[in-house]
Nanobody, 124 residues
Framework: QVQLLESGGGLVQPGASLRISCTASGRTIDSEAVGWFRRAPGKEREFVAAIIWRTGIATVSGSVKDRFTISRDSAKNTVTLQMNSLKPEDTAVYYC?????????????????WGQGTQVTVSS
């Protein structure tokens, strides 16, 4: 069993930066990938980014690719999402998740462990 705890969310102005983190406990992450998803009010859950745990190879959604970066610290069992040039449309609850063995990194149904989420609000 893996417990995931997101942190670092908050209220920022448009154009600001924010870093959110996801720390795993219970056991060391040794899955295929860890991903970030977000859900804005009234919208479906959306893939943001994922990182292959063993290699560090990252995939970032085209909608945020030029502004968001995902990274991992294996020693700390932590995945971080660096978000720059934030826009109001980035406002959402951001969730980290650990992917299972099968499926793709883009599909939330292929992730088996989820955190509680952290709220990111971009507003002036």
């Amino acid at each position: 069993q893996v417990q995931l705890l997101e942190s670092g969310g908050g209220l920022v102005q448009p154009g600001a930066s924010l870093r959110i983190s996801c720390t795993a406990s219970g056991r060391t992450i040794d899955s295929e990938a860890v991903g970030w998803f977000r859900r804005a009010p009234g919208k479906e859950r959306e893939f943001v980014a994922a990182i292959i745990w063993r290699t560090g190879i990252a995939t970032v959604s085209g909608s945020v690719k030029d502004r968001f970066t995902i990274s991992r610290d294996s020693a700390k069992n932590t995945v971080t999402l660096q978000m720059n040039s934030l826009k109001p449309e980035d406002t959402a609850v951001y969730y980290c998740a650990v992917k299972g063995v099968f499926g793709t990194i883009l599909d939330p149904r292929d992730y088996v462990y989820w955190g509680q989420g952290t709220q990111v609000t971009v507003s002036s």
